[in-house]
């Protein structure tokens, strides 16, 4: 039969976590210390897993299952150190879990699912904030070229405290606050709507202080796939005219900042006056309604110039202007498209123009560790500042899946609030 024991450990900050192991007719008569400072703790305030009414009144409602016994949960602040040594391959966690791609209602929290384990090149990390990304809607619907085994916890980014290392990562340590950037085809990691998040070191950088956890888990998708469009693959130099279509959402306000600081003349569109308000305040020189007839036009006469590079989310609607407004050697970078699209291909022979696919998922490590060290550093420098739009709780984890997909009038990054810092 499964023993539930209830572990904690007196200092600073408490930890509590329920240990599932499986054994023959067993029944605890006395819960363990993880120290012996706590004895004296442990013999007064005792707590037994026949008697739930004791959870009750020594941990908050929402780390408790509806048996009454504590789910994996961690104080806010640095995890102790008898935590981050100890073995954590039985431990369980509240996580959301996908059994059956569909809809939004196959999404499930459930508050029993293993901790994962850590690997000799990766990072536990204890989830305050999991980001939310179009793509995670694409894979839960099976509509995606690389599926995961069922079932599976979506996500792929977050920000938190360091719980664990592998033996072999040396630039972080236990407490220290970081985010992880996202996912890769050369990557093991975990999903991050949960408690705890496994990541190879590789996805792992330090969160300044002047971002808040929220922040944090709004840059792995959004400013590294920005980030690659504009330097990686456009190769995009001081002084070029930059158009970001859609410019109001998570992507596009990534693009706009990490543009403007590059010394780029940066356009943006969005499609709401709220959007483009967003679109103005993070460094935008001019702003279009993408939804205004002829806005293509507009821009172009407003400029007096075609642009060099463009950022393109809705190719399948876009491609076609896009490709009549581009200057001599201009880049057409494709980061989204829902469909087919049909263009004339002499507006890019006049030119010598490209258009380019991206892809943050098939970046190689070296690839990841020059973005994530660009990024780190436009956080110290304070021109990266993701921008959130709203917060949602786990429970309301099918609500962000429809909200991400059919809002209209983006303003920023969604995230998942899985913890209280």
């Given at each position: 039969m499964a023993i539930k024991r209830a572990l904690f450990s007196c200092s600073s900050s408490v930890l509590a976590v329920r240990l599932?192991?499986?054994?023959?007719?067993?029944?605890?008569?006395?819960?363990?210390?993880?120290?012996?400072?706590?004895?004296h703790l442990l013999l007064s305030r005792m707590l037994s897993p026949l008697m739930p009414h004791l959870h009750q009144q020594m941990f908050p409602p929402q780390y408790l299952d509806s048996n009454g016994y504590p789910i994996a949960y961690a104080h806010p602040g640095p995890p102790l150190a008898s935590m981050s040594s100890m073995t954590l391959n039985n431990l369980t966690?509240?996580?959301?879990?996908?059994?059956?791609?569909?809809?939004?209602?196959v999404?499930?929290?459930?508050?029993?699912?293993?901790?994962?384990?850590?690997?000799?090149?990766?990072?536990?990390?204890?989830?305050?904030?999991?980001?939310?990304?179009?793509?995670?809607?694409?894979?839960?619907?099976?509509?995606?070229?690389?599926?995961?085994?069922?079932?599976?916890?979506?996500?792929?980014?977050?920000?938190?405290?360091?719980?664990?290392?592998?033996?072999n990562v040396t630039t972080l340590k236990v407490g220290d606050r970081v985010f992880v950037s996202g996912n890769s085809s050369n990557s093991s990691n975990s999903g991050s709507y949960s408690q705890y998040v496994v990541s190879?070191?590789?996805?792992?950088?330090?969160?300044?202080?002047?971002?808040?956890?929220?922040?944090?888990?709004s840059l792995g998708v959004p400013f590294f796939t920005a980030y690659k469009a504009l330097i990686l693959r456009a190769e995009t130099k001081p002084g070029e005219t930059v158009l970001i279509h859609g410019a109001s959402g998570a992507v596009g306000t990534a693009a706009v900042q990490i543009a403007r600081a590059l010394g780029a003349i940066v356009v943006g569109t969005a499609g709401t006056k709220e959007g483009m308000d967003v679109?103005?305040?993070?460094?935008a020189h001019h702003v279009f309604n993408h939804n205004h007839k002829s806005y293509d036009k507009k821009m172009v006469e407003h400029l007096g110039t075609g642009f060099d590079v463009i950022i393109e989310h809705l190719a399948n609607i876009n491609l076609g202007?896009?490709?009549?407004?581009?200057?001599?050697?201009?880049?057409?970078?494709?980061?989204?498209?829902?469909?087919?699209?049909?263009?004339?291909?002499?507006?890019?022979?006049?030119p010598e123009a490209s258009v380019r696919g991206v892809a943050l998922g098939s970046s190689t490590p070296p690839e990841w560790a020059q973005m994530g060290a660009a990024i780190v550093a436009g956080i110290e420098a304070g021109w990266v500042s993701p921008v959130i739009n709203k917060e949602y709780t786990m429970d309301q984890v099918a609500q962000v899946h429809h909200d991400i997909v059919h809002s209209k009038g983006a303003k920023g990054k969604l995230v998942l609030r899985v913890a209280d810092d």
């Amino acid at each position: 039969m499964a023993i539930k024991r209830a572990l904690f450990s007196c200092s600073s900050s408490v930890l509590a976590v329920r240990l599932s192991r499986h054994s023959a007719n067993l029944i605890p008569r006395h819960p363990r210390h993880l120290t012996s400072s706590s004895r004296h703790l442990l013999l007064s305030r005792m707590l037994s897993p026949l008697m739930p009414h004791l959870h009750q009144q020594m941990f908050p409602p929402q780390y408790l299952d509806s048996n009454g016994y504590p789910i994996a949960y961690a104080h806010p602040g640095p995890p102790l150190a008898s935590m981050s040594s100890m073995t954590l391959n039985n431990l369980t966690m509240k996580a959301v879990r996908v059994h059956r791609f569909g809809g939004p209602d196959v999404l499930q929290v459930d508050t029993n699912v293993p901790v994962p384990e850590v690997g000799d090149d990766q990072v536990l990390v204890r989830v305050i904030y999991a980001g939310v990304n179009p793509v995670e809607t694409y894979i839960r619907e099976g509509q995606y070229s690389r599926l995961p085994e069922l079932p599976y916890t979506p996500g792929s980014d977050a920000a938190g405290y360091v719980q664990q290392l592998g033996r072999n990562v040396t630039t972080l340590k236990v407490g220290d606050r970081v985010f992880v950037s996202g996912n890769s085809s050369n990557s093991s990691n975990s999903g991050s709507y949960s408690q705890y998040v496994v990541s190879d070191g590789t996805y792992v950088f330090p969160l300044h202080p002047r971002l808040s956890f929220a922040q944090g888990a709004s840059l792995g998708v959004p400013f590294f796939t920005a980030y690659k469009a504009l330097i990686l693959r456009a190769e995009t130099k001081p002084g070029e005219t930059v158009l970001i279509h859609g410019a109001s959402g998570a992507v596009g306000t990534a693009a706009v900042q990490i543009a403007r600081a590059l010394g780029a003349i940066v356009v943006g569109t969005a499609g709401t006056k709220e959007g483009m308000d967003v679109v103005s305040k993070c460094g935008a020189h001019h702003v279009f309604n993408h939804n205004h007839k002829s806005y293509d036009k507009k821009m172009v006469e407003h400029l007096g110039t075609g642009f060099d590079v463009i950022i393109e989310h809705l190719a399948n609607i876009n491609l076609g202007h896009d490709v009549q407004m581009l200057n001599e050697k201009a880049r057409v970078m494709i980061v989204g498209c829902r469909g087919a699209v049909n263009i004339n291909p002499r507006h890019l022979m006049g030119p010598e123009a490209s258009v380019r696919g991206v892809a943050l998922g098939s970046s190689t490590p070296p690839e990841w560790a020059q973005m994530g060290a660009a990024i780190v550093a436009g956080i110290e420098a304070g021109w990266v500042s993701p921008v959130i739009n709203k917060e949602y709780t786990m429970d309301q984890v099918a609500q962000v899946h429809h909200d991400i997909v059919h809002s209209k009038g983006a303003k920023g990054k969604l995230v998942l609030r899985v913890a209280d810092d």
